[in-house]
């Protein structure tokens, strides 16, 4: 099955530094890949749809200028948390939409564990 | 109303035992349905798409009811493996692709 594959897996930063996660897809090209955060025993929450070649959509609530995107390829997107909060602190999810004629599936990366100290 | 909703769990069953978890969403132009298994601290993965027809794979079976904005999924035989969180997805396509999640039902099997 396709593969999407991001990093890290882990990161610990201090307040205030930038944290930039990765989201390939290994095995297809996604025009469109989504970027999640979640909080403990919470449901993934969508911050925003990446879409190459163009400016992503951000979910209601989701400030664009602390969470930056760029999808410039058809295999890469990331997620930039610019000057990182405690309140950052998160279980951050991407996603690839692969659509083989009528069906549309997603596969999801493996998530980045953030911890702003 | 939120757009997916789930039974809140969390199930707690022995093994072999059968349980079901319900779905309903909101959108009637929803086009595509999904079960994802969700373990903790780790990525979704797929399951098992949902169709009208009914589907079914090995212990596991997904029906939809499109009349009633419905999803379901039975578990059979339940394994000690099968403790997870599974969340109930839907896709729309209304002028833009999205997909919405539920926010999952928590499944605890007990030897």
């Known amino acids: 099955g396709a593969v999407v594959s991001q990093h890290p897996s882990r990161v610990i930063c201090k307040s205030g530094t930038s944290v930039k996660i990765e989201c390939r897809s290994l095995?297809?090209?996604?025009?469109?890949m989504f970027w999640y955060r979640q909080f403990p025993k919470k449901s993934l929450m969508l911050m925003a749809t990446?879409?190459?070649?163009?400016?992503?959509?951000?979910e209601q609530g989701v400030e664009k200028d602390k969470f930056l995107i760029n999808h410039a390829s058809l295999t890469l997107s990331t997620l930039t948390v610019t000057s990182a909060h405690p309140e950052d602190s998160s279980f951050y999810i991407c996603?690839?939409?692969?659509?083989?004629?009528?069906?549309?599936?997603?596969?999801f990366g493996s998530g980045t564990q953030l911890s702003v100290l | 109303r939120k757009e997916v909703e789930q039974d809140p769990g969390p199930f707690n069953v022995p093994e072999g035992a059968t349980v079901a978890f319900n779905c309903t969403y909101s959108?009637?132009?929803?086009?595509?349905f999904f079960w994802y298994r969700q373990d903790c601290r780790k990525e979704p993965k797929l399951l098992m798409s949902?169709?009208?027809s009914g589907n079914e794979d090995g212990r596991f079976t997904a029906q939809l009811n499109r009349a009633s904005q419905y999803i379901s999924l039975l578990i059979r035989d339940s394994k000690l493996s099968d403790s997870a969180t599974y969340l109930c997805?839907?896709?729309?396509?209304?002028?833009?692709?999205?997909?919405?999640f539920g926010a999952g039902t928590r499944l605890f099997v007990k030897a």
């Open positions: 996603s690839a939409r692969e659509s083989t004629g009528a069906n549309e599936k997603l596969f």
């Open positions: 095995d297809f090209q996604a025009t469109t």
């Open positions: 990446s879409n190459e070649g163009s400016k992503a959509t951000y």
């Open positions: 959108n009637s132009a929803s086009q595509s």
């Open positions: 949902v169709y009208s």
């Open positions: 997805v839907v896709n729309l396509n209304t002028g833009g692709f999205k997909t919405i």
